[in-house]
């Protein structure tokens, strides 16, 4: 079973960056595509960025310009740079692995804490 684990979530002011990280335990194999997704109190988790294989890289309208999203194959992990944070992005951050064709199967991390705030 793959363990993803995320880390670099924390406390920054309005206008600062953070930079996240996730680490799978192992290779995974026939990844379609590795990303980040949020959830804000009493709110449904939201698409933050997707990276596929070939480096197509997709990003939600409220993060567009600046969050990057970029992976390691490596080091196995995905990484997302966050600037000019917003307190409307404090959220916890999830990270997802989606592999396979038919059926298809997606890999989750524990979520990691973002919180925006002077």
């Known amino acids: 079973q793959v363990q993803l684990v995320e880390s670099g979530g924390g406390l920054v002011q309005p206008g600062g960056s953070l930079r996240l990280s996730c680490a799978a335990s192992?290779?995974?194999?026939?990844?379609?595509?590795m990303g980040w997704y949020r959830q804000a109190p009493g709110k449904e988790r939201e698409l933050v960025a997707t990276?596929?294989?070939?480096?197509?890289?997709t990003y939600g309208d409220s993060v567009k310009g600046r969050f990057t999203i970029s992976r390691d194959n490596a080091k196995n992990t995905v990484y997302l740079q966050m600037n000019s944070l917003k307190p409307e992005d404090t959220a916890v951050y999830y990270c997802?692995?989606?592999?396979?064709?038919?059926?298809?199967?997606?890999?989750w991390g524990q979520g990691t804490q973002v919180t925006v705030s002077s």
């Open positions: 997802n692995v989606h592999i396979g064709v038919v059926p298809t199967y997606d890999y």
């Open positions: 192992r290779k995974i194999f026939n990844v379609n595509y």
């Open positions: 990276i596929t294989s070939s480096d197509t890289t």
